[in-house]
């Protein structure tokens, strides 16, 4: 049972248990200089991507599954991005990939849709937003005597 530094071949990985762990910075260093962070035998970083690949790549992970609430979770060096939620393709607010060349993606929870259907997806949204605001109980002053 592995715990602890292991000088592998082209990498230095750290164990807990037989899997890949470290929670003072990265499980895994590459001879490149990509470095990735695992906890319990995942992917797991916090805040930070978990994922720095030499090139500058970045990949965001929580519990071994890509995910960032804030950004994309995948950006690469020559400009293309992904955002994914729970290890699902998803976005609210526009493409959940853009590609370096401009082309795009639109997801929600792993479905893909044309640009047409996200729009009118998107439309409904708001309408529901904008009538559930509407459909609020407004606050009933008191009346006081004079």
């Given at each position: 049972?592995?715990?602890?530094?292991?000088?592998?071949?082209?990498?230095?990985?750290?164990?807990?248990?037989?899997?890949?762990?470290?929670?003072?910075?990265?499980?895994?260093?590459?001879?490149?200089?990509?470095?990735?962070w695992w906890i319990n035998?995942?992917?797991?970083?916090?805040?930070?991507?978990?994922?720095?690949?030499?090139?500058?790549?970045?990949?965001?992970?929580?519990?071994?599954?890509?995910?960032?609430?804030?950004?994309?979770?995948?950006?690469?060096?020559?400009?293309?991005?992904?955002?994914?939620?729970?290890?699902?393709?998803?976005?609210?607010?526009?493409?959940?990939?853009?590609?370096?060349?401009?082309?795009?993606?639109?997801?929600?929870?792993?479905?893909?849709?044309?640009?047409?259907?996200?729009?009118?997806?998107?439309?409904?949204?708001?309408?529901?937003?904008?009538?559930?605001?509407?459909?609020?109980p407004k606050p009933t002053?008191?009346?006081?005597?004079?």
């Amino acid at each position: 049972m592995k715990n602890g530094r292991y000088e592998e071949e082209r990498t230095i990985c750290w164990y807990l248990n037989d899997q890949l762990h470290r929670e003072d910075g990265p499980a895994v260093e590459w001879e490149d200089g990509t470095r990735q962070w695992w906890i319990n035998g995942k992917r797991h970083r916090e805040g930070s991507p978990a994922i720095e690949h030499a090139n500058g790549t970045k990949q965001w992970w929580i519990n071994g599954e890509r995910h960032r609430e804030d950004g994309p979770a995948v950006e690469r060096v020559n400009g293309s991005k992904q955002w994914w939620i729970n290890g699902k393709y998803h976005r609210e607010d526009g493409p959940a990939v853009e590609y370096a060349d401009g082309s795009k993606d639109w997801y929600l929870n792993d479905i893909e849709l044309s640009e047409e259907e996200f729009n009118q997806w998107l439309m409904k949204k708001k309408l529901n937003e904008k009538l559930n605001e509407q459909l609020k109980p407004k606050p009933t002053q008191k009346r006081s005597k004079i």
